[in-house]
């Protein structure tokens, strides 16, 4: 795949299919090398590699130039972008977490003066609809994003419903580059702040 030019490139988690470490060592070769400013990932349900290693552990195999966010924030020219690994629970994934109270106090941490975030899983509601026609989004996470109002919301994990739309002021970003077969058919999405 050819990525687009950017200043940052976001990668919204899922870097593996099981989170074998040869997979995210593979993961952070390639993507420490890649040609942009910044660089920030988050893990996904599939990444048990960072749900299982120390903590530690994990920060020593960073590249320079990559950020990893684990609820947790960066600054990078005045913009403040925030990431979360947290899906709701779905038989027995990484990062998975109850709805309600046990997801939500997730939600809470993230600052009111967001402007980019950046969670695996989408908003309940917007480019959450999989492949039975059901919404697999996030309430609380929806009513906290409302809350917050970020310039622009993005996710990946629902595969079926990859794209970009603009709802309640902000901007939705799902960036699947997965379908339902796990095969790499979308492009990366591109978007300016
Ligand atoms: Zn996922």
Redesign the pocket.
């Known amino acids: 795949m050819k990525l687009p030019k950017g200043d940052v490139l976001l990668h919204a988690?899922?870097i593996s299919y099981q989170g074998d470490p040869r997979e995210i060592h593979d993961f952070l070769d390639w993507f420490g090398k890649l040609h942009f400013k910044h660089k920030i990932f988050i893990a996904?349900?599939?990444d048990f590699f960072f749900e299982k290693q120390k903590e530690i552990i994990i920060r020593g195999l960073i590249p320079a130039g990559v950020h990893y966010l684990k609820d947790e924030g960066i600054t990078i020219d005045g913009i403040k972008i925030w990431g979360s690994p947290f899906?709701p629970l779905f038989y027995r994934w990484a990062f998975n977490k109850k709805r309600g109270n046990p997801l939500a106090q997730h939600w809470n941490n993230i600052p009111a003066d967001t402007d980019i975030l950046l969670t695996?899983g989408p908003v309940y509601g917007v480019l959450d609809v999989v492949i039975n026609e059901q919404h697999a989004g996030d309430k609380d996470l929806l009513e906290r994003v409302l809350a917050v109002k970020p310039k622009v919301h993005v996710c990946?994990?629902i595969h079926e419903s990859y794209g970009l739309t603009k709802r309640y002021g902000i901007k939705f970003v799902n960036a699947c580059v997965l379908n339902e077969s796990y095969e790499l058919v979308h492009q990366p999405i591109v978007f300016d702040l």
């Open positions: 988690g899922d996904g349900n599939h899906t695996h990946g994990h």
